[in-house]
């Protein structure tokens, strides 16, 4: 062999020894997604077995058990829509569970019965009901790992990565319902804790960003206000309990101000190095609040919430 042609052998070594590590890997992680896609199934199985409808995909493993992955992800990704509707009806599924287990005897029984059974493993129903999501997480992991070790120019990479996209889009539309469904929560429990209903909290497009106290620092040299501030998407509410005597809100707080934060704008006064505390100036028309804490960390996370959700509001 002459020496000029040394630098083709070795390119053409390289590649082939690139493509058997990407067979390789591959092989293994075809081999691990069909270990847990028959485990999965299993426990599916479980939730089933009480009538709670949930999706599944049984010509995934199927296919994947033939080695015939392509004709298994074009299926796949038809009834991938199911895990979004699944994820819009779980909360649903969950109220309609604990009120069947409440109001049915017989369901009761029949549901703590299976729950007896070894497959449960100690498990109760409702721990089951976020298999189908959770397995859609890592669905997303494994079809990635499948795609990197897939050679572009066959045909089942194109697949591959056409379920990667549509993983991806279902994915973020679970995550969106879950959360819009917490921001919900956030906002009942803080409508919930402001004493009357003067104050409406719940308002749709409104979204729930941090809370916490904070001192109010007076114009006029007077003393400093305690107060429990919210800060939400378009909005920023400041309250103070009300007195620990009272008959029915002795738990609550009493709203004091709300701040509307599309014509405000937010300034360190004191705290831009690591001394201890700081100051925060909101500007609105026709009043100007200082903030204060003692706390460096905290008054820069209120800083960087505060002018974060006044540039969104004002985008």
């Known amino acids: 062999m002459s020496a000029s042609s040394l630098p083709f052998v070795v390119g053409a070594n390289t590649v082939e020894d690139q493509r058997a590590r990407w067979e390789r890997k591959r092989s293994r992680t075809a081999k691990e997604l069909l270990e847990t896609e028959h ?5 599916l199985d479980l939730v089933l077995t009480v009538s709670i409808s949930a999706p599944s995909d049984i010509l995934l493993s199927l296919h994947l058990e033939k080695g015939n992955l392509g004709p298994g992800l074009e299926h796949f990704c038809q009834s991938l829509d199911l895990y979004g509707h699944y994820a819009e009806n779980l ?3 969950n109220k ?3 009120e069947q287990v409440r109001k049915n005897k017989s369901f009761r029984r029949f549901k703590k019965l299976q729950e007896t059974r070894p497959q449960f493993q100690g498990r109760e129903l409702e721990d089951l009901l976020p298999l189908p999501l959770q397995r859609l997480h890592q669905y997303k992991h494994f079809f990635r790992d499948l795609l990197e070790n897939t050679s572009p120019d066959t045909a089942e990479y194109q697949k591959l990565a056409k379920t990667v996209k549509s993983v991806c889009e279902v994915s973020h539309w679970v995550q969106d319902i879950f959360d ?3 921001n919900s929560l956030q906002l009942l429990r803080v409508q919930k804790l402001l004493k009357g209903q003067k104050t409406q909290v719940l308002t749709s497009g409104r979204w729930y960003i941090r809370e916490g106290w904070l001192s109010v620092v007076p114009a006029k040299g ?3 206000k305690r107060r429990m501030f919210f800060l939400f ?3 920023l509410i400041a309250a103070k309990p009300c007195h620990p005597l009272h008959l029915l809100n002795s738990n609550k707080l ?3 101000a709300v701040y509307p934060l599309h014509q405000c704008s937010v300034d360190k006064v004191f705290g831009h190095t690591w001394s201890q505390g700081g100051l925060l100036s909101l500007s609105f028309p026709h009043k100007t609040l200082l903030l204060m804490s003692c706390n460096q960390q905290e008054i820069n996370d209120w800083y960087r919430s505060l002018t974060a959700a006044v540039r969104q509001l004002k985008a």
């Open 233 to 235: 998407s378009d909005i």
């Open 39 to 43: 485990k999965y199934l299993e426990q």
């Open 96 to 98: 309609t569970l604990k």
């Open 254 to 256: 009493s709203c004091r």
């Open 180 to 182: 819009k469904r917490e």
């Open 91 to 93: 909360e649903q599924a």
């Open 222 to 224: 007077e003393e400093l």
